[in-house]
């Protein structure tokens, strides 16, 4: 079954779906689009480094990102520069970084936009069983700490007051963000993992109304995204990354017209 | 068992320094089971950054902060629930306790908002969110409850009925409670232990000899002083919620 390459693309996007589903309402619920976007940029380092070092992609991106992570951490806490701006400047010169590096390494031919935008359809198998071990991983560790997390994303000093160590907490949610743009640039890419993870959720908020519902509607318009995004991808020779990317955003208008209407329905 | 067994925290000579200015200094306090201690003082003197050093929230603080229990209830200050999460106040109330639906419309009902439970938290008005914190933090039962300013907004009937219900949680649950509150009136009249903080503490003790300090006529002026005595009496009724006034049996 999974000899064909559409059907393993598919799985793998539905892999990457049910997972950004969940992550990407607590990026829109704590304001971190621009976050999510800084650990993928800095991705590409990741992934020249993996080439350089000949070691496992999702692995190195992981190690990268995260160490971002932990860098803009400690900027916020001795700079008294405004949050985004340290986004910005961790997110490209990362970036840059990694672009410099692949200068060197002129003996490997690489693809830049295959990097920027992924290559869904040249999923592996070994790479399906990364998607979904780690996707499994990910989903578990988010149920284990979805109390704490979801206290310290409504407020941070009642979570501290009462016990939920929002500290600890925020640390673990920042290595799982790491962990699904590492599992996932490969398909995705660069540019299009925080639309993954942003655009789904975004629809899912214009139509529930707590927030369980939001995080379901969330994963269902993530897997509806992928099937629409491959098989319109398949019909009319477009590029899938995008395609997926772009089927998530009709369905996000889609959600829209759907407010304008019970609106207009209670009226 | 010893007397320390009923200590639920105990700051000793606290303080925190940001931006090289300190927000408050030299604070030691204890809290006991059943005990109704009350922070009082001007705007800036450091009433709400106490109740987070006791309760844990400031990281880099001097002195020493000894907590005997998990089980907290904290009504903070200023809250902002974000418009971009979708919550409703069943949600909310199961912040950070896991509650049966019964212990959530008992404690909505306490505080007189269970008409509310299914409502977007963003629709409430202030004095009903109020309400709610309220009903979030004593429906997990705490062993100490933190209020910082528990009744503003509240409406003049419900702000009575309201400090009722808390004093009258405190005896039942036997719990420790930390109030910050402008209103001495409440204060003198319900609290077994007094602190008047302005950057540090002016003076405490029980209400009686707070009153009579110097210091608390200097920081809140003559006429507070005449609190105690308008304030004297033994209360013949009670509260319920809505506001009519019921004759105590």
Not at chain 1, 119 to 133: E, M, T, Y
Not at chain 1, 174 to 182: D, F, G, N, R, V
Not at chain 1, 193 to 212: D, F, S, V
Request: proline fraction near 3%; charge should be positive.
């Amino acid at each position: 079954m999974f000899d064909d390459f559409f059907i393993r693309a598919l799985f793998a996007g539905l892999g990457v779906a049910l997972v950004t589903g969940p992550l990407g309402c607590f990026v829109i619920w704590r304001r971190l689009s621009f976050f999510a976007g800084t650990l993928a940029h800095s991705s590409l380092l990741g992934v020249t480094l993996a080439f350089s070092f000949d070691i496992n992609i999702s692995f190195s991106v992981l190690l990268i990102s995260s160490a971002v992570a932990l860098i803009l951490l400690r900027l916020q806490k001795t700079t008294k520069l405004p949050s985004d701006a340290l986004l910005g400047l961790l997110a490209h010169s990362s970036l840059a970084i990694g672009l410099v590096v692949i200068g060197f390494l002129s003996y490997i031919r690489f693809d830049i936009m295959g990097l920027l935008f992924g290559d869904i359809l040249a999923v592996n198998k070994k790479d399906l069983l990364v998607i979904w071990v780690g996707g499994a991983i990910i989903l578990l560790i988010l149920k284990l700490i979805w109390k704490p997390l979801f206290a310290s994303t409504v407020n941070y000093e009642l979570a501290e007051a009462e016990g939920m160590k929002p500290e600890k907490i925020n640390a673990v949610f920042t290595i799982l963000m790491a962990a699904i743009i590492a599992i996932s640039i490969k398909m995705v890419g660069i540019l299009l993992i925080t639309g993954m993870l942003i655009i789904p959720a975004a629809m899912a908020r214009n139509l529930a109304n707590n927030p369980k519902q939001m995080i379901i509607i969330s994963i269902i318009g993530g897997l509806l995204a992928v099937v629409l995004g491959l098989y319109s991808s398949l019909e009319f020779n477009t590029a899938s990354g995008p395609s997926i990317i772009t089927a998530a955003l009709v369905l996000f208008i889609l959600s829209m017209f759907n407010i304008r209407k019970f609106k207009q329905l209670k009226k | 068992m010893s007397l320390n067994n009923n200590i639920l925290v105990k700051l000793e000579n606290t303080g925190v320094m940001l931006d090289n200015k300190w927000l408050v200094k030299g604070v030691s306090l204890e809290v006991k089971k059943g005990q109704i201690v009350t922070l009082i003082g001007p705007n800036g003197s450091g009433k709400s950054t106490t109740a987070k050093i006791a309760l844990g929230i400031y990281k880099n603080i001097e002195g020493k902060v000894e907590k005997y229990t998990d089980k907290i209830g904290y009504v903070p200050q200023k809250i902002s629930i974000d418009w971009t999460l979708p919550i409703r106040v069943s949600d909310f109330m199961l912040l950070t306790e896991v509650l049966t639906n019964d212990e959530i419309n008992n404690a909505l009902k306490l505080t007189g908002v269970d008409h509310l439970k299914n409502n977007d938290l963003r629709n409430l008005s202030g004095g009903e969110f109020q309400r709610v914190l309220i009903a979030r933090a004593i429906s997990k039962k705490p062993d100490l409850l933190v209020l910082d300013e528990p009744v503003q907004g509240v409406d003049f009937k419900g702000e009575l009925a309201l400090y009722e219900l808390i004093k009258e949680i405190s005896e039942k649950l036997g719990c420790g409670i930390l109030l910050i509150s402008h209103d001495l009136h409440v204060v003198m009249s319900a609290t077994d232990h007094v602190l008047c903080l302005n950057g540090h503490v002016c003076c405490s003790g029980t209400p009686q000899t707070v009153v009579k300090d110097s210091k608390y006529k200097e920081l809140f002026g003559d006429r507070a002083s005449t609190i105690l005595s308008v304030y004297e009496h033994d209360h013949d009724h009670t509260h319920s919620p809505d506001g009519t006034i019921e004759t105590k049996k």
